[in-house]
């Protein structure tokens, strides 16, 4: 069955403490993964999108990294403003109509 | 701004009644998906429209229907209403094709059935 996962559940850093997220996905067939942001009462804002093991993708403090079986979401330096829920989400090689999401990692960056 | 606006924002309906949600998709994207995301959990897929027909399906009763228009709005419809309905429904706009792209997303509507 395909499954995506990510931990932790929550994570509390310090402003400048720098940290990852982890998504691991079991699916048959990997088209692409997505990681998102969401702040609360707010739909999910895309940020990612990685298509093959070994790819990176960096957008300010983030940096998303994909292997065969789990990406990461590094944080450098975060800011509070970086506080939000991430998400990450596959679809699948058989079925693209739709995204398979995790439960999310709750951040959140204290001053 | 995705450019994918959803209405109402919020709305609150009674047990056994019946409500539809609107969507409007980006610029330039031929299909709408919607997603079910209750408090503390990821969106779960509902369904997916395509060139106006449903193309694709989650494991959602058929309480749940939804409709697709010429200009690639679309409408969530969810009949007899229960309490677990209540949650935050979302609409993504995508492009199907030969490619491939990611999925943008509306601020979604909160439904608190009672």
């Known amino acids: 069955e395909d499954q995506v996962t990510q931990s932790p559940e929550a994570l509390r850093l310090q402003e400048g403490e720098s940290s990852s997220l982890n998504c691991s996905y079991t699916?048959?067939?990997?088209?692409?993964l997505f990681w998102y942001r969401q702040d609360p009462g707010k739909g999910p804002e895309f940020l990612f999108t990685?298509?093959?093991a070994g790819e990176e993708k960096e957008k300010e403090r983030l940096k998303a990294t994909l292997t065969k079986k789990e990406s990461f979401l590094h944080i450098t330096a975060p800011k509070p403003e970086d506080s939000a829920t991430y998400l990450c989400?596959?679809?699948?090689?058989?079925?693209?109509?739709?995204?398979?999401f995790g439960s999310g990692t709750k951040l959140n960056v204290k001053p | 701004e995705t450019g994918v606006t959803q209405s109402p924002t919020h709305l609150i309906k009674t047990r056994g009644q019946q409500v539809t949600l609107r969507c409007s998709s980006q610029?330039?994207?031929?299909?709408v998906s919607w997603y079910q995301q209750a408090l503390g959990q990821g969106p779960q897929f509902i369904f997916q429209?395509?060139?106006?027909?449903?193309?694709g399906r989650g494991n959602f009763p058929p309480r749940f229907s939804g409709l697709q228009f010429p200009n690639y709005s679309s409408e969530l419809n969810v009949n007899a209403l229960e309490l677990d309905d209540s949650a935050l429904y979302l609409c993504?706009?995508?492009?199907?094709?030969?490619?491939?792209?990611?999925?943008?997303f509306g601020q979604g509507t909160r439904l608190t059935v009672v």
């Open positions: 993504a706009s995508s492009t199907r094709g030969g490619g491939f792209t990611e999925a943008f």
């Open positions: 699916v048959s067939g990997l088209r692409g």
């Open positions: 990685l298509y093959s």
């Open positions: 989400a596959v679809q699948i090689a058989y079925n693209f109509n739709k995204f398979y």
């Open positions: 610029s330039g994207h031929n299909t």
């Open positions: 429209y395509y060139r106006e027909e449903e193309n």
